[in-house]
Protein backbone atom coordinates (compact mmCIF):
# COMPACT_ATOMS: atom_id res chain seq x y z
CA UNK A 1 0.00 0.00 0.00
CA UNK A 2 2.99 2.14 0.57
CA UNK A 3 4.58 1.67 -2.18
CA UNK A 4 1.15 2.47 -4.41
CA UNK A 5 1.12 5.93 -2.46
CA UNK A 6 4.42 6.92 -3.05
CA UNK A 7 4.13 6.52 -6.92
CA UNK A 8 0.82 8.07 -7.24
CA UNK A 9 2.64 10.93 -5.61
CA UNK A 10 5.62 11.00 -7.85
CA UNK A 11 3.41 10.19 -11.10
CA UNK A 12 1.38 13.22 -9.39
CA UNK A 13 4.27 15.32 -9.25
CA UNK A 14 5.53 14.88 -12.76
CA UNK A 15 1.80 15.57 -13.85
CA UNK A 16 2.19 18.61 -12.09
CA UNK A 17 5.73 19.40 -13.47
CA UNK A 18 4.59 19.14 -16.89
CA UNK A 19 1.32 21.19 -16.91
CA UNK A 20 3.01 24.19 -14.84
CA UNK A 21 3.41 26.29 -17.70
CA UNK A 22 -0.05 26.06 -18.33
CA UNK A 23 -1.32 26.50 -15.18
CA UNK A 24 0.84 29.83 -15.18
CA UNK A 25 -1.35 31.14 -17.71
CA UNK A 26 -3.97 30.50 -15.92
CA UNK A 27 -2.75 33.19 -13.24
CA UNK A 28 -2.24 30.87 -10.69
CA UNK A 29 -0.28 32.41 -7.85
CA UNK A 30 -1.35 36.17 -8.86
CA UNK A 31 -4.86 35.94 -7.87
CA UNK A 32 -6.63 38.40 -5.54
CA UNK A 33 -5.75 37.36 -1.96
CA UNK A 34 -2.26 36.04 -2.69
CA UNK A 35 0.35 38.54 -0.25
CA UNK A 36 3.22 40.13 -1.67
CA UNK A 37 5.13 42.34 0.15
CA UNK A 38 8.60 43.79 -1.61
CA UNK A 39 10.99 45.88 0.13
CA UNK A 40 14.45 47.33 -0.70
CA UNK A 41 16.40 44.07 0.44
CA UNK A 42 13.52 41.26 0.58
CA UNK A 43 10.50 39.94 -1.00
CA UNK A 44 7.81 37.87 1.28
CA UNK A 45 5.36 36.20 -1.27
CA UNK A 46 2.12 34.04 0.32
CA UNK A 47 -0.57 32.85 -1.67
CA UNK A 48 -2.69 32.25 0.38
CA UNK A 49 -5.75 32.10 -2.28
CA UNK A 50 -4.50 30.11 -4.75
CA UNK A 51 -3.23 27.33 -1.96
CA UNK A 52 -7.18 27.69 -0.51
CA UNK A 53 -8.62 27.13 -4.71
CA UNK A 54 -6.04 24.46 -5.20
CA UNK A 55 -7.05 22.61 -1.80
CA UNK A 56 -10.56 22.65 -2.91
CA UNK A 57 -10.07 21.46 -5.88
CA UNK A 58 -8.07 18.26 -4.87
CA UNK A 59 -10.95 17.51 -2.53
CA UNK A 60 -13.36 17.52 -4.75
CA UNK A 61 -11.32 15.19 -6.60
CA UNK A 62 -10.32 12.99 -4.17
CA UNK A 63 -14.17 12.82 -3.49
CA UNK A 64 -14.78 11.82 -6.89
CA UNK A 65 -12.03 9.30 -6.84
CA UNK A 66 -13.23 7.83 -3.74
CA UNK A 67 -16.76 7.58 -4.66
CA UNK A 68 -16.33 6.08 -7.41
CA UNK A 69 -13.78 3.38 -5.69
Known sequence: MTQRILISLGV?????????P???KLGLGKLPGDIVIRR????????ITTCI???VVLTGLFWL???FK
Not at 12 to 20: K, R
Request: proline content about 4%.
Open 40 to 47: DNFNFYFP
Open 65 to 67: VGK
Open 22 to 24: YLA
Open 12 to 20: GLVVIGLLW
Open 53 to 55: LIS
